[in-house]
């Protein structure tokens, strides 16, 4: 009887491996083991005779096999396998029906006739006095959800598991004896584990409650007015962009003529007879030079202190919607002053006025000066090809009377 145990292992693990589909994440090979390994462990406490006890066994190895046919009924599944297997083995009809019966008595809802239907139960639900009960759990619920398509919530799982320990009990004194306490303490954690998410169920709840208070309270604005405020604040933002857009053109292109002129112009001043290009050099460069300042000064940002007082906030003299006026504030200090400002309608709604008019102030700044420099640009273009064309004038009429000096000079 001994190696026909050994005989069974190897063919229970081998089939498990084998058959079993992966959904089954908890009644699998590893299940089965320790269900054998607490089997044995509550024989080694009775007083059990040897066929009693390798009847014990070979049932353990065999009571979930049923799962890799079907679950409901799997027990009946299981007994048909382990019959093939012992038939196999020239196993008397007896001891076939004996294991069997041990088998059937790992049923939900049955009640053991004998001790061995007894200890077969205790040893198949010993997991829920293991100090690894909330993964065993969490494996089978893992196994419903793929296998049933189960979906359990965990307050719902929880409930369900303090369920089961409430009316749990161990059908053997050597059971009760050896893993009572432990179900104990798993049944007392679960009970603490509910009562967690029972309270924050309620804090979520009462901060609900409190904001939608606190949107009532606040009396929102209705569509209109927000879309007012969206559009303004977008199309300011626009402009911006459109802004900085038109500078960093003309700063690009007064750069490449600034470089152009360095590289052609200025290397041949050094000659006497290019003297006539000095002046309308200069007269460029410098209305180049002018446009590229202003271009700069126009996307120029302004650096604020970036801080503000619980003062401030109380007399709603800072706009929080402004980064420039928190940028070096705490957290923690900026949670609150928005928080009293969304409780505030006026000063919420005094907040988005002095954006939207501060982004006006920004934008005529900027278009002022953009309009500036694209004078500046257009006017320095046009005296600079002024002084060049009077430069080459003149330094046409100084090379003729040239010629005709040194012509008088030849006759005399």
Same mark, same amino acid.
Request: with cysteine.
């Given at each position: 009887m001994?190696n026909?145990i ?5 063919y ?6 084998d ?11 590893a299940h ?29 190895w ?26 196999s083995?020239n ?6 029906k ?5 088998i ?19 040893a ?14 969490s ?10 398509s ?5 307050f719902?799982?929880l409930?369900e598991?303090i ?17 009572q ?15 967690k998410?029972k309270a ?8 609900k ?5 606190k ?13 007012m405020f969206?559009v ?9 962009d ?13 750069a ?10 200025v ?5 006497p007879?290019? +003297?006539y #290009?000095?002046?309308?050099t200069?007269? !460029? %460069?410098?209305?180049?030079?002018? /446009?590229?300042?202003?271009?700069v =000064? @126009? ?17 709603k003299?800072?706009?929080?919607l ?11 200090e ?25 982004l ?5 700044r900027?278009? +002022?000066? #953009? ?5 500046? !640009? %257009?006017?320095?273009?046009?005296i /600079?090809?002024?002084?060049?064309? =009077? @430069? ?8 003729n009377?040239?010629?005709i000096?040194?012509?008088?000079t030849?006759?005399?």
């Amino acid at each position: 009887m001994e190696n026909l145990i050994v005989e069974a292992e190897k063919y229970v693990t081998s089939y498990l491996n084998d058959n079993l589909d992966t959904p089954f994440v908890y009644h699998n090979l590893a299940h089965t083991q320790r269900v054998v390994a607490k089997t044995k462990e509550l024989i080694e406490d009775s007083t059990l005779a040897k066929d009693e006890e390798h009847h014990l066994l070979l049932a353990a190895w065999f009571h979930d096999t049923g799962f890799t046919k079907t679950i409901d009924g799997h027990e009946k599944e299981s007994v048909k396998i382990a019959s093939e297997f012992l038939k196999s083995k020239n196993a008397s009809d007896d001891q076939i029906k004996r294991i069997s019966e041990i088998i059937l008595a790992t049923e939900m809802g049955y009640e053991p006739k004998n001790k061995l239907e007894g200890l077969i139960r205790d040893a198949d639900c010993a997991h829920i006095s293991s100090k690894k009960y909330d993964d065993y759990t969490s494996l089978l619920r893992k196994e419903w959800e793929l296998t049933k398509s189960k979906k359990v919530s965990k307050f719902e799982w929880l409930q369900e598991n303090i369920d089961f320990l409430t009316n749990h009990t161990f059908h053997t004194d050597i059971a009760t004896k050896k893993w009572q306490k432990r179900k104990g303490k798993n049944l007392a954690s679960l009970l603490q584990n509910q009562n967690k998410i029972k309270a924050n169920t309620e804090k979520l709840k009462h901060k609900k409650a409190e904001l939608q208070f606190k949107k009532h309270k606040l009396d929102l604005p209705d569509r209109g007015i927000e879309t007012m405020f969206r559009v303004a604040l977008r199309n300011h933002i626009t402009l911006s962009d459109i802004a900085d857009t038109k500078a960093n053109i003309l700063l690009s292109v007064n750069a490449i003529i600034i470089s152009l002129v360095l590289s052609n112009l200025v290397s041949k001043l050094d000659n006497p007879s290019n +003297s006539y #290009l000095i002046w309308p050099t200069v007269i !460029f %460069a410098l209305f180049t030079v002018a /446009s590229i300042v202003l271009s700069v =000064i @126009a996307t120029r940002p302004n650096v604020t202190s970036g801080k503000f007082t619980k003062e401030d906030v109380a007399n709603k003299k800072v706009n929080l919607l402004f980064f420039g006026n928190f940028h070096k504030m705490k957290l923690d200090e900026f949670e609150w002053a928005m928080q009293e400002m969304m409780q505030d309608k006026d000063y919420l709604y005094g907040s988005l006025t002095k954006d939207l008019y501060f982004l006006g102030l920004v934008l005529n700044r900027k278009y +002022s000066l #953009l309009r500036l420099t694209y004078t500046v !640009f %257009a006017i320095g273009i046009i005296i /600079s090809v002024i002084a060049f064309g =009077i @430069a080459f004038q003149f330094s046409g009429v100084e090379a003729n009377v040239t010629d005709i000096v040194e012509r008088v000079t030849s006759k005399i």
